[in-house]
């Protein structure tokens, strides 16, 4: 989750770093999200992420659509 363009800049590197370490894996899906992805989506964008969610409801949609699942049950 990140909160600035600082958060931002700063998950593009761990994010490199990362998929520096599944060589060789299948990689893993990376999510970024909180309130820095709305106010700065060109460089959230670039940080590599796999998807971006500006809030909780967009972030689980997501990874239920990544996941195929799409029933979330009784509410």
């Known amino acids: 989750s990140v909160s600035s363009q600082k958060d931002i ?5 761990f994010i490199a770093r990362v ?6 894996r299948a990689p893993e899906a ?7 992805v ?4 060109e460089l ?3 940080a590599g992420a796999d998807m ?7 972030a689980l949609a997501q990874a ?3 996941l ?4 979330r049950g009784p509410r």
Do not use: H, K
């Open 38 to 41: 709305g106010v700065f989506p």
């Open 9 to 13: 800049q700063q998950a593009a590197g």
């Open 44 to 46: 959230a964008q670039r």
């Open 19 to 24: 998929r520096s370490l599944q060589s060789g």
């Open 30 to 36: 990376i999510m970024l999200g909180g309130p820095a």
């Open 52 to 58: 971006l969610a500006g809030d909780a409801p967009e």
């Open 68 to 71: 195929g699942n799409t029933d």
């Open 64 to 66: 239920e659509t990544l």
